[in-house]
């Protein structure tokens, strides 16, 4: 089970850190995602980052701007979000995969949280 926690609204140029907390002893076995869908839209890739936290990967959208991070010890997958720009606003989730290089397409991941709004407004 994963939830997601941290969502919230902001003004243009703030920030806001993203948790998600998966149960269970296996989690650092998944290489985890977080996705957005804004309303009308499919669903997107964010970031994603490898088991062991080394490897990040990042949708040019937000490159520069959000860093993905884990805490195994924590059972915990992070994104910090920085100068959050108004089409930033989706619904947030983060996903696990068992694949050990994790994809950018929802379909790769086998397990999601229930997500979290975020509003950045201009």
């Known amino acids: 089970q994963l939830v997601e926690s941290g969502g919230g609204s902001v003004q243009a140029g703030g920030s806001l850190r993203l948790s998600c907390a998966a149960s269970?002893?296996?989690?650092?076995?998944?290489?985890m995602g977080w996705f957005r869908q804004a309303p009308g839209k499919e669903r997107e890739f964010v970031a994603a980052?490898?088991?062991?936290?080394?490897?990040?990967y990042y949708a040019d959208s937000v490159k520069g701007r959000f860093t993905i991070s884990r805490d195994n010890a924590k059972n915990t997958v992070y994104v910090q979000m920085n100068s959050l720009k108004p089409e930033d606003t989706a619904v947030y989730y983060c996903?696990?995969?068992?694949?050990?290089?994790?994809?950018?397409?929802?379909?790769?991941?086998?397990?999601w949280g229930q997500g979290t709004q975020v509003t950045v407004s201009s």
């Open positions: 269970g002893r296996a989690f650092a076995w998944y290489s």
């Open positions: 980052i490898s088991r062991s936290g080394i490897n990040t």
């Open positions: 996903a696990g995969t068992s694949r050990v290089v994790p994809g950018d397409t929802p379909n790769e991941y086998n397990y």
